[in-house]
């Protein structure tokens, strides 16, 4: 009996939403500031749910979304919004090590009114 081997692909093993949420956080820990690997991993989750689709829901053609999302690609940052929300996963930012509590109670400003203050 020949054994037979076949390329393993992540794609195969993305079969729930928590199953890519899990798989898009553990390459976010693991990414450092490699963008490159964090459009393939969103192109291993949009393969698992529908390229297709995708390109319906974010606008952006099929070709144009293998191409950004292959590891090779340069989305832009508007581009990686389109598809994360298209995906329905969420990015979430954390401290990248434990702050201090502040001293005082701090008044907390809607994050638009923060990023627009100048």
Same mark, same amino acid.
């Given at each position: 009996m020949a054994l037979k081997l076949r390329k393993w692909d992540v794609?195969?093993?993305l079969k &729930?939403?928590?199953d890519m949420?899990?798989?898009l956080e553990a390459a976010m820990e693991e990414a450092g500031d490699?963008?490159?690997f964090i459009a393939k991993v969103l192109?291993?989750?949009a393969r698992a749910r529908g390229? &297709?689709?995708l390109a319906r829901d974010t606008g952006i053609g099929r070709e144009s979304l293998y191409k950004a999302l292959s590891g090779e690609g340069n989305p832009s940052f508007a581009t990686i919004l389109?598809?994360?929300h298209a995906l329905g996963v969420k990015l979430h930012a954390a401290p990248a090590t434990p702050a201090a509590k502040p001293s005082r109670p701090s008044r907390k400003k809607p994050a638009r009114e923060l990023a627009t203050a100048q």
């Open positions: 794609v195969e093993e &729930t939403d928590e949420a899990l798989y490699d963008a490159a192109g291993d989750i390229m &297709t689709q389109k598809v994360v």
